[in-house]
């Protein structure tokens, strides 16, 4: 079941609304008096007192899970993975009367969160927040990944631990209460349209001289950018050196180095787990941004079923590519004048795409948590943006082509490799591919695949890749993190 991500109601989880510390129930009545829509408070355990809860009443409905789905409904019990989506379902059909669902903001402690996955698998494409309460210490994020979108803690103390290793998760610190500072504090937040935060992945294997050209144009046109994660694919040392030498000059430069050759895909992927963003972009070394490329890209997530979003290029294969550009390809004179005029005659324009590049990928991160990252067993590389693509529209998801947003790229760079060994990556890719998805055989790479040919076949067991996982090409002896 997938529900679009348009304004609407805010569902908001507890556990127990009203537990005698009445912590929840603060909580409840500060997103109410925020949201500026429809809300629903859904109680997953304990008993609703009605006095309790008066003054939330009158500004939100809400919901006694227990009550709704019987006496069975126990949220720290294990259950079958069928029956939790049967019951998050009923819970959110309940909470939206049939309008969009817009985002879920969850307050709940670790004996709810196998449920909390449950949602996440309905409401796919919609935002999840999740709160973490002081009884849950400092958990483990593997768990959580692909259940929420974002953690929020209410003491600064456990914001560096949650978002510091790999993987990782946004965090931010609301103050428990419903008082001025905690107002505040959720006003920054995005769910309250507070400025998001961009983490950039760049995997780089030689071509060190573009990935600085390309880190320079992200710093200078990229708002809200938090870092640039460079993961180096073991290049040559004087390429390494040059990549090091960014990291030291811009604390917002990450970098992390593969002392073997993992392949692009097994590169992104340590990238991908290790973003702290609120958004997450995969860019190609050999590209160039142009200015206000990811926010006119994030523009876009309104789109139905929106799961990524991707620019015009100059070289690339259709549908991206655009033809007859008039800057100069090889000293980038005139490109931002360009790629500003496009902009302004093309303003909102975006057109439903069968599959993106990975030159340049931004990825809200809804689609992020269902999808996970890229599958390694393109090694070293080529077909891994189309594998991922083919999962997106597996899921009921859809790719975007921002018709208003462009970005140079080098095509001759690649990911390091020489020009007869892309050919033979890409003849290797397409056969993986067509093996993956049950593609005929007799398929040619130029007739390309179709979304319906793999839609509505998504499991998540089967398709989705840890990004912290899948660290080594797969029949290398690493994790791939999904079969199939």
């Given at each position: 079941?997938?529900?679009?991500?348009?304004a609407?109601?805010?569902?908001?989880?507890?556990?127990?609304l009203?537990?005698?510390?009445?912590?929840?129930?603060?909580?409840a009545?500060?997103?109410?008096?925020?949201?500026?829509?429809?809300?629903?408070?859904?109680?997953?355990a304990?008993?609703v007192?009605?006095?309790?809860?008066?003054?939330?009443?009158?500004?939100?409905?809400?919901?006694?899970?227990?009550?709704?789905?019987?006496?069975?409904?126990?949220?720290?019990?294990?259950?079958?993975?069928?029956?939790?989506?049967?019951?998050?379902?009923?819970?959110?059909?309940?909470?939206?009367?049939?309008?969009?669902?817009?985002?879920?903001?969850?307050?709940?402690?670790?004996?709810?969160w196998?449920?909390?996955?449950?949602?996440?698998?309905?409401?796919?494409?919609?935002?999840?927040?999740?709160?973490?309460?002081?009884?849950?210490?400092?958990?483990?994020?593997?768990?959580?990944?692909?259940?929420?979108?974002?953690l929020?803690?209410?003491?600064?103390?456990?914001?560096?631990?949650?978002?510091?290793?790999?993987?990782?998760?946004?965090?931010?610190?609301?103050?428990?209460?419903?008082?001025?500072?905690?107002?505040?504090?959720?006003?920054?937040?995005?769910?309250?349209?507070?400025?998001?935060?961009?983490?950039?992945?760049?995997?780089?294997?030689?071509?060190?001289?573009?990935?600085?050209?390309?880190?320079?144009?992200?710093?200078?046109?990229?708002?809200?950018?938090?870092?640039?994660?460079?993961?180096?694919?073991?290049?040559?040392?004087?390429?390494?050196?040059?990549?090091?030498?960014?990291?030291?000059?811009?604390?917002?430069?990450?970098?992390?180095?593969?002392?073997?050759?993992?392949?692009?895909?097994?590169?992104?992927?340590?990238?991908?787990?290790?973003?702290r963003?609120?958004?997450?972009?995969?860019?190609?070394?050999?590209?160039?941004?142009?200015?206000?490329?990811?926010?006119?890209?994030?523009?876009?997530?309104?789109?139905?079923?929106?799961?990524?979003?991707?620019?015009?290029?100059?070289?690339?294969?259709?549908?991206?590519?655009?033809?007859?550009?008039?800057?100069?390809?090889?000293?980038?004179?005139?490109?931002?004048?360009f790629?500003?005029?496009?902009?302004?005659?093309?303003?909102?324009?975006?057109?439903?795409?069968?599959?993106?590049?990975?030159?340049?990928?931004?990825?809200?991160?809804?689609?992020?948590?269902?999808?996970?990252?890229?599958?390694?067993?393109?090694?070293?590389?080529?077909?891994?943006?189309?594998?991922?693509?083919?999962?997106?529209?597996?899921?009921?998801?859809a790719?975007?082509?921002?018709?208003?947003?462009?970005?140079?790229?080098?095509?001759?760079?690649?990911?390091?490799?020489?020009?007869?060994?892309?050919?033979?990556?890409?003849?290797?890719?397409?056969?993986?591919?067509?093996?993956?998805?049950?593609?005929?055989?007799?398929?040619?790479?130029?007739?390309?695949?179709?979304?319906?040919?793999?839609?509505?076949?998504?499991?998540?067991?089967?398709?989705?890749?840890?990004?912290?996982?899948?660290?080594?090409?797969?029949?290398?002896?690493?994790?791939?993190?999904?079969e199939?």
């Amino acid at each position: 079941m997938i529900l679009e991500r348009e304004a609407g109601t805010l569902v908001v989880l507890t556990g127990e609304l009203d537990d005698g510390t009445h912590t929840a129930l603060l909580r409840a009545q500060a997103l109410v008096r925020r949201w500026p829509g429809p809300v629903a408070v859904v109680a997953l355990a304990g008993r609703v007192d009605p006095q309790d809860v008066e003054e939330l009443s009158r500004r939100a409905q809400v919901i006694e899970a227990g009550r709704v789905l019987g006496s069975s409904f126990a949220p720290g019990a294990p259950a079958e993975a069928a029956a939790a989506v049967a019951a998050a379902a009923a819970l959110l059909r309940l909470a939206t009367g049939g309008s969009p669902l817009a985002r879920i903001y969850a307050r709940l402690g670790p004996q709810e969160w196998p449920l909390l996955q449950a949602f996440a698998d309905v409401a796919a494409g919609v935002p999840i927040d999740l709160e973490i309460g002081p009884e849950a210490g400092v958990p483990e994020i593997a768990p959580l990944w692909t259940a929420a979108d974002a953690l929020v803690v209410a003491d600064m103390d456990r914001r560096y631990p949650l978002s510091a290793g790999s993987p990782a998760l946004p965090v931010r610190v609301v103050p428990d209460g419903d008082g001025e500072e905690a107002i505040g504090a959720l006003a920054e937040l995005p769910i309250f349209g507070g400025d998001e935060r961009v983490s950039v992945v760049v995997p780089v294997r030689g071509h060190a001289a573009l990935a600085v050209r390309l880190v320079g144009s992200v710093i200078e046109h990229t708002a809200g950018l938090l870092e640039v994660i460079l993961v180096d694919d073991a290049s040559p040392a004087r390429s390494l050196a040059l990549l090091e030498r960014l990291a030291v000059e811009d604390i917002r430069v990450r970098l992390l180095v593969n002392r073997a050759p993992r392949g692009l895909a097994a590169s992104a992927n340590r990238g991908l787990a290790a973003a702290r963003g609120d958004l997450v972009a995969l860019l190609d070394a050999g590209a160039v941004v142009t200015p206000d490329w990811s926010a006119r890209l994030a523009a876009h997530r309104g789109q139905p079923r929106c799961g990524a979003i991707g620019p015009l290029f100059n070289r690339a294969a259709w549908p991206q590519q655009l033809a007859g550009v008039t800057y100069d390809e090889t000293t980038l004179s005139g490109l931002a004048p360009f790629a500003e005029a496009l902009s302004r005659g093309r303003s909102g324009q975006a057109t439903p795409c069968p599959r993106l590049s990975g030159r340049c990928l931004l990825i809200p991160r809804p689609a992020l948590r269902r999808i996970g990252g890229l599958d390694p067993r393109f090694f070293p590389a080529s077909f891994e943006d189309d594998d991922w693509s083919a999962r997106l529209h597996s899921a009921g998801l859809a790719a975007y082509r921002a018709d208003d947003v462009f970005v140079h790229h080098d095509s001759e760079a690649g990911f390091g490799l020489e020009p007869d060994a892309r050919a033979e990556a890409a003849a290797t890719g397409w056969r993986r591919f067509k093996d993956k998805w049950g593609l005929p055989p007799e398929r040619d790479a130029r007739d390309g695949w179709q979304p319906s040919e793999v839609s509505g076949i998504y499991d998540r067991a089967r398709h989705f890749i840890a990004p912290w996982l899948a660290l080594e090409p797969v029949g290398a002896g690493g994790a791939a993190g999904a079969e199939g």
